[in-house]
């Protein structure tokens, strides 16, 4: 049986597809032109009037220009362009009342941001790539994204020109030619427009990342800077938990061990002449005891839950779900065990997310889905709450994100109001060998 191949309308269907979508990159040409006199404009302000307020904006306006060439370039061309851009500085408020730019101090907050705005814009490499994509882009860019399309329309102009001679004579034929060579010429061009619509689409792409992919130099910055930001995370995360400790040791167990030392001293002056009451204050001294060591094991699993080193993250997930006041499915598929910090830092994760599913989301059910693959270890946490979770509003995510990101973790968030909400965490980490529970 003959005819067309099943591969041939998918083929022309990519083709066609390709084609339409460098005909849209090819129409933006003239916004990026736009861009690029508002680019080059504020320049000349800035440096010719001092009119520095426009630079950010127009910086601003260049990255989500960008920012969209990136997006398109892995979604039309299939070639992925992460963001290069160097996160913002926090503005800090001195207890006098300043504000700490990153490089001086200023009175006016406004002010003070629009200095901070400027310098992180100015001193990040990301935007003086995006300056240069603006420069030569509508030229480099135009030009890759219209030769097929050109070719193409070329093609079938011949044609057309043989076909319907525009004066009925071979005078009308482009540039004088035979009608038989303007015909061959026509169905190459015509040929040549779709075939090479895919290579450039993905040469286009290729030329986004070039221009506006992160560096190694970037991804070196990017990286000290995560760093830098984790390690005052954790550095804050554990003074407060030292805080946390003595407070707690302050205000329990070691209040308890003071009464029981004031009430044993108090049974040597009774013994003799009420003993009695002798009786009754050991009786008290003994019950200070038990709940002082009541506290100090509550404390201990605060600190590192003994079913953790015991049996392992997964039981000590199903041990903690049973405490949640809601129905919580735990599968977990781990052939070994993670070391322990990663172990402890899941765990509290992993107790915060079902914390914020009780309290905020209103949920009823949850699964909590473990599983290690890849080098991986992923935790995700799913609810049918009401949704809406945003890590801006509350301390909750916020810090399930700075414990995840001491041991290079990440979290991922879907929470559409009305819900479900899923909190993804993965955690780069090796397992060893599954070892023997105790229980």
């Not at 977990?332 to 997310?353: F, I, T």
């Not at 801006?392 to 995840?404: P, W, Y």
Request: proline fraction near 7%.
């Amino acid at each position: 049986m003959t005819g067309t191949p099943p591969a041939a309308p998918a083929a022309l269907r990519s083709r066609t597809a390709a084609l339409g979508r460098l005909l849209a990159l090819t129409a933006v040409v003239p916004a990026e032109l736009v861009l690029l006199v508002v680019v080059i404009g504020s320049f000349v302000l800035w440096f010719g009037l001092g009119l520095f307020v426009l630079f950010p904006a127009t910086t601003r306006l260049a990255r989500a220009a960008a920012g969209l060439a990136r997006a398109y370039a892995g979604r039309w061309s299939g070639v992925p362009v992460p963001s290069p851009y160097l996160p913002r500085p926090a503005l800090e408020r001195t207890l006098h009342g300043w504000f700490w730019t990153g490089h001086d101090y200023q009175k006016s907050r406004w002010f003070a941001s629009v200095s901070r705005t400027i310098r992180w814009l100015w001193k990040d490499p990301a935007t003086w790539r995006d300056v240069l994509w603006v420069l030569l882009n509508p030229v480099a860019g135009g030009v890759l994204a219209a030769t097929p399309p050109l070719l193409l329309g070329g093609g079938l102009y011949a044609l057309a020109c043989v076909v319907l001679p525009l004066s009925g004579s071979e005078r009308g034929l482009p540039m004088g030619l035979p009608a038989g060579l303007t015909a061959a010429l026509g169905l190459a061009l015509a040929a040549a427009g779709p075939a090479l619509a895919r290579p450039a689409l993905r040469l286009h792409g290729h030329w986004t990342r070039a221009l506006l992919g992160p560096t190694e130099r970037s991804r070196l910055a990017r990286r000290v800077e995560q760093l830098t930001v984790t390690r005052l995370d954790v550095t804050e995360a554990q003074a407060a938990e030292l805080r946390r400790i003595e407070r707690d040791l302050h205000d329990g167990a070691q209040a308890r061990l003071v009464a029981v030392s004031l009430r044993l001293g108090a049974v040597a002056a009774l013994i003799d002449r009420d003993p009695a009451r002798a009786r009754d204050v050991v009786t008290e001294a003994q019950e200070n005891v038990t709940q002082a060591l009541q506290e100090l094991r509550d404390l201990v699993r605060g600190i590192h839950p003994p079913v953790l080193a015991e049996r392992g993250l997964a039981e000590g997930l199903r041990a903690l779900a049973l405490d949640v006041p809601l129905r919580v499915e735990v599968r977990a598929e781990l052939p070994g065990r993670a070391e322990a910090p990663v172990e402890s830092a899941v765990y509290y994760a992993v107790s915060e997310a079902l914390t914020n599913a009780v309290k905020h989301a209103g949920a009823r059910h949850a699964a909590v889905d473990l599983v290690h693959a890849d080098g991986l270890l992923r935790a995700e946490v799913t609810d049918d709450g009401r949704g809406g979770a945003d890590p801006g509003r509350g301390t909750g995510l916020r810090g399930i994100q700075r414990r995840l990101a001491a041991f290079d973790g990440t979290l991922t968030l879907i929470s559409p109001p009305g819900g479900p909400t899923r909190l993804t965490m993965e955690l780069p980490c090796a397992l060893s060998s599954p070892r023997t529970s105790t229980s």
